[in-house]
């Protein structure tokens, strides 16, 4: 099969989550939380023979291709279908605890290039965004439902809450206006109607005056933002003492919910400022492997653009997270 997706900053991954030293020579587990077309989970179990892996995500329909890639493994990869979060959520009491967990939250080239939903406006597709979309059975609202009735303020302050869309208000405003023309169905037309609704020099950046709404519609549409502090939290009081997590971020908001919950987990005592004594136990949940995020090398973003934004985020579990850890974005 032909591989469309080049997973970033994979040896970093493999470096900072291998699992190294009793008992993990012998037996390890890691969840795969963003499978994908299967380029961590396959590096990873080339490179460590005793390892067992748990793929999941959302949508069946690349997930079938990572079955296909990862057939070698068969004795050593399952897989589960559906939102991280609602596994985490709902542990399933008949697996192990994992002592890995990767979360790779950037979309993968095949969404861009083979799904047909509307992620790219370099085809000309229908507006869908929906990444559990490909079965026809989800529960989300698709990028063309939201373009075409959300109203006026609604979609300036998502587009710019998601994006930091300088324009958002121009941009919302033209959606608005053309509506009263037809139904905006296509990527191409919202493009096109956004390139004319920004002002000349904008026009010629180096992206594209589309390129920072189109992001903030899929994240929309798939409350990627919404459900993530949570899952994180789930996500690591599931992990195993002693096990590490590790998150791949794309963009500022997303970092930034990653790097204060880890930083909560690494603090000695969580307790407000105003109170006398501590009660919390003072004592740090995780040890923060990464206190600055590792970034992809020079020759990596030559190599493969899209991972010039990713940041790899590595903890070490020392023990479960209460409530008062969680970092809670909105």
Known sequence: MEIVHTPVLLNECLEYLSPVGEPYEKSAFMIDSTLGEGG????FLQRYPYLHILGVDADAQIQERARERLAPFS???QFWSGWFNALYEDYPSNLPCPNIILFDLGISVFHYERSGRGFSFRHDEKLDMRLDGSTGTSTRVSAEEIVNTWEEKRLADMIYLYSEEKYSRRIASAIVAER????ISSTTALAELIYNA???KYRHEPIHPATRTFQALRIAVN??????????HDAFNVLEVGGKMGVITFHSLEDRIVKNYFRNLGKQCVCPPEQPTCTCGGVPCAEVITRKPVEPSEQEISLNSPSRSAKLRVVRKLKDAGKDRMYIMF
């Open 40 to 43: 961590h989970s396959f590096n």
């Open 75 to 77: 004795d050593r990869m």
């Open 180 to 183: 009263n023309n037809g139904r």
């Open 198 to 200: 920004v002002p000349g």
């Open 223 to 232: 409350g990627e933002l919404e459900r993530l502090p949570k899952a994180l």
